[in-house]
């Protein structure tokens, strides 16, 4: 068996060195190194011979076939180097088609209005989503008894404080991040807080578990609703174009005061009346208001010296409007047939 690995070693070398092609190279690599090449079938055999001899010749054969194998790798380097070099390409042949991705309706809105608050001198605050009950409700002038909680039927997280309470939970909007910038940075304070947010909702058409809010707010001396309605207003005329008109009407919210409702003229029927505005000419959009002194407070500020303004928004509603989508559960669905349209 010895003489027999020493021939096929010498053959390979000797069929390797008239290899003038990588097609050729591949073949002999079959041929010699495969499953079921020539030297492997020998390698195999090693285990039928007695034990001393068994030890030699796997020895042999193991040193052979790793010069063999070197031996391909190099000649191999060497053939695609010179197929490289002398390989003709016809530039005029066209390329291959690079595929792109597309970005969900909602990250497109995201980030429209993140560039027109960043413009006006905004910082675009985060916070996280597994939250205190203190900050999304208590700090937010939301407390236990308040049936402003009734409204946000809330995901908590089985574990409970040192008082025995259900304290931590998905937060169910963005407000809590309000009063932690306020505690991290102080009055004068402009942010813009996006994100996620979650809520027990019967899912429709309408209405998601989990949903895209977008929020605002600003805290300096003298700050008043005139401030609010300008903002609104540049919000209306960036999203749904200049002819755009602002509409405010009171609403309670209990972390606001005076709060209001932001309507803008329908995109749809510009304010004639249709069925996606239910005939009104308007649609509601924004929730608003002067920021309550007890959120203030919560938040290390003086409402005596300061005041403020908030407001926010479904970032998952706005798409549904400005793109015509009839189902909020499109956005969320991970479907590719419906991110492929934006």
Same mark, same amino acid.
């Given at each position: 068996?010895?003489?027999? @690995? $020493? !021939? +096929?070693?010498?053959?390979?070398?000797?069929?390797? *060195?008239?290899?003038?092609?990588? #097609?050729?190279?591949?073949?002999?690599?079959?041929?010699?190194?495969?499953?079921?090449?020539?030297?492997?079938?020998?390698?195999?055999?090693?285990?039928?011979?007695?034990?001393?001899?068994?030890?030699?010749?796997?020895?042999?054969?193991?040193?052979?076939?790793?010069?063999?194998?070197?031996?391909?790798?190099?000649?191999?380097?060497?053939?695609?180097?010179?197929?490289?070099?002398?390989?003709?390409?016809?530039?005029?042949?066209?390329?291959?088609?690079?595929?792109?991705?597309?970005?969900?309706?909602?990250?497109?809105?995201?980030?429209? @209005? $993140? !560039? +027109?608050?960043?413009?006006?001198?905004?910082?675009? *605050?985060?916070?996280?989503?597994? #939250?205190?009950?203190?900050?999304?409700?208590?700090?937010?002038?939301?407390?236990?008894?308040?049936?402003?909680?009734?409204?946000?039927?809330?995901?908590?997280?089985?574990?409970?404080?040192?008082?025995?309470?259900?304290?931590?939970?998905?937060?169910?909007?963005?407000?809590?991040?309000?009063?932690?910038?306020?505690?991290?940075?102080?009055?004068?304070?402009?942010?813009?807080?996006?994100?996620?947010?979650?809520?027990?909702?019967?899912?429709?058409?309408?209405?998601?578990?989990?949903?895209?809010?977008?929020?605002?707010?600003?805290?300096?001396?003298?700050?008043?609703?005139?401030?609010?309605?300008?903002?609104?207003?540049?919000?209306?005329?960036?999203?749904?174009?200049?002819?755009?008109?602002?509409?405010?009407?009171?609403?309670?919210?209990?972390?606001?005061?005076?709060?209001?409702?932001?309507?803008?003229?329908?995109?749809?029927?510009?304010?004639?009346?249709?069925?996606?505005?239910?005939?009104?000419?308007?649609?509601?959009?924004?929730?608003?208001?002067?920021?309550?002194?007890?959120?203030?407070?919560?938040?290390?500020?003086?409402?005596?010296?300061?005041?403020?303004?908030?407001?926010?928004?479904?970032?998952?509603?706005?798409?549904?409007?400005?793109?015509?989508?009839?189902?909020?559960?499109?956005?969320?669905?991970?479907?590719?047939?419906?991110?492929?349209?934006?």
């Amino acid at each position: 068996m010895k003489n027999k @690995l $020493e !021939d +096929l070693k010498k053959q390979i070398l000797d069929e390797l *060195a008239k290899a003038k092609s990588g #097609e050729l190279l591949r073949e002999l690599e079959i041929k010699y190194l495969g499953r079921k090449g020539e030297l492997s079938n020998i390698l195999r055999g090693v285990k039928d011979l007695g034990a001393e001899e068994r030890q030699e010749i796997g020895a042999l054969a193991n040193a052979i076939k790793t010069e063999v194998t070197a031996k391909f790798e190099e000649i191999k380097k060497e053939t695609e180097s010179k197929e490289t070099a002398t390989g003709f390409v016809d530039v005029t042949l066209p390329g291959k088609k690079i595929v792109r991705g597309h970005l969900n309706p909602i990250s497109i809105i995201q980030a429209e @209005l $993140e !560039d +027109l608050f960043i413009s006006l001198g905004f910082m675009v *605050a985060d916070g996280p989503e597994l #939250e205190s009950d203190y900050y999304n409700f208590e700090a937010l002038n939301i407390p236990k008894s308040h049936p402003a909680r009734d409204m946000q039927d809330t995901f908590y997280i089985d574990k409970k404080n040192a008082e025995g309470e259900y304290d931590l939970l998905l937060r169910t909007h963005t407000s809590p991040v309000q009063v932690r910038a306020m505690q991290k940075y102080g009055a004068p304070l402009k942010a813009v807080v996006p994100g996620r947010c979650f809520r027990s909702e019967a899912t429709d058409a309408r209405h998601e578990h989990t949903l895209y809010q977008f929020e605002g707010f600003m805290i300096d001396k003298d700050i008043n609703f005139s401030h609010l309605k300008g903002v609104l207003e540049l919000v209306g005329k960036k999203l749904f174009g200049e002819e755009t008109k602002l509409r405010m009407r009171p609403k309670f919210y209990p972390f606001v005061e005076p709060g209001t409702n932001g309507e803008f003229t329908c995109l749809l029927c510009k304010g004639k009346g249709c069925r996606l505005c239910k005939n009104s000419g308007w649609l509601e959009v924004i929730g608003a208001g002067l920021i309550h002194p007890e959120v203030l407070r919560a938040g290390g500020i003086d409402p005596e010296i300061y005041s403020g303004f908030a407001f926010g928004f479904g970032l998952s509603r706005l798409a549904q409007l400005k793109y015509g989508i009839d189902d909020a559960r499109l956005a969320m669905s991970g479907d590719l047939r419906f991110l492929q349209q934006f």
